[in-house]
């Protein structure tokens, strides 16, 4: 069985989040039979109120004891997300792939798990090597550069050329879970050394390539984090305004917020030296969201 996997608990945005994304995979999935959409959650209620109690939809209810415990000594939220995987290769064997809230399918997923099912991990993209991508990556190595860590009865240091990957999406065979178990241990080495809110994506970037060659998920699911703030507003007007209608034609509508040229055009911006965007910005030229029409 393909699985797609989501977890959605505290702040209503998170479920108006959810809720787009699951519209937005129905609506490219031509057969449903074929995957089954598992949400760990807290608060099923909020999601069969938009999309009925009989969307193809399996719920794993999670209190707010569990999710903390999941948080770990080292209280940190993205353990949570590694613990939702861990539980989930244990009781749902099968494909994994799971994925933000903040993302919207445009492509049907059996490919993907056609690749997962070969053995091959997925994430949603690559963001360049620690020493030479972004801003943020060559911070990291500068941080970690020479450091050895202690995880699961193994050292290990952070090499130069580690690919890091966006995990906003993240596959692999339920029996392949022993590598979240490595994951959640490398997690807890680095970010007890270096507690920022990456040390699980760098994590999941050490571990999950070691199942096999990278597949990226870009080209099947938008995962717009760097907009968030702007699109929130968007997706609460959307569904005001669509209230009451039927989940298959709240699906369809999905088509109007697109995010993809956004996400994309303000990483571009943001990606230009300091003086760059000084400049446009004293030209009235700095980055804004586009309209949308809902």
Do not use: C
């Not at 999406?169 to 879970?177: L, N, P, T």
């Not at 699109?231 to 999905?254: D, H, I, S």
Request: charged share 20%; no cysteine.
């Amino acid at each position: 069985m393909n699985y797609i996997i989501y977890q959605a608990y505290g702040s209503p945005i998170v479920f108006t989040e959810l809720l787009f994304s699951i519209l937005s995979l129905l609506r490219v999935t031509p057969r449903t039979d074929e995957i089954r959409v598992l949400v760990y959650t807290d608060n099923p209620v909020a999601i069969e109120k938009v999309l009925g109690p009989d969307a193809p939809i399996l719920y794993q209810l999670v209190a707010a004891a569990q999710w903390q415990e999941w948080r770990g000594i080292i209280d940190f939220v993205h353990r949570a997300k590694l613990k939702v995987l861990e539980h989930a290769a244990a009781h749902y064997p099968g494909n994994l792939l799971y994925v933000d809230t903040d993302t919207v399918f445009t492509q049907d997923s059996a490919q993907l798990f056609a690749q997962i099912e070969a053995g091959r991990p997925v994430f949603h993209v690559s963001e360049g090597t620690l020493r030479g991508g972004n801003v943020l990556n060559r911070k990291i190595y500068r941080r970690l550069r020479g450091q050895q860590f202690n995880a699961n009865g193994r050292s290990f240091t952070v090499p130069a050329d580690t690919m890091m990957y966006n995990a906003g999406m993240a596959g692999f065979r339920s029996r392949d879970a022993q590598v979240i178990s490595d994951i959640i241990a490398v997690t807890e080495a680095l970010y007890r050394y270096y507690p920022k809110h990456v040390m699980e994506q760098l994590a999941f970037s050490l571990e999950l390539p070691k199942l096999g060659t990278v597949v990226e998920g870009e080209a099947y699911v938008v995962h717009y984090w760097n907009i968030k703030a702007e699109v929130r507003p968007m997706l609460e007007a959307f569904f005001a305004k669509y209230q009451g209608r039927p989940a298959k034609e709240l699906a369809n509508l999905t088509t109007r917020l697109d995010f993809a040229a956004a996400s994309q055009s303000k990483l571009e911006y943001y990606s230009l030296a300091g003086w760059q965007r000084a400049l446009r910005k004293l030209m009235g030229k700095q980055w804004q969201m586009p309209q949308m029409g809902i």
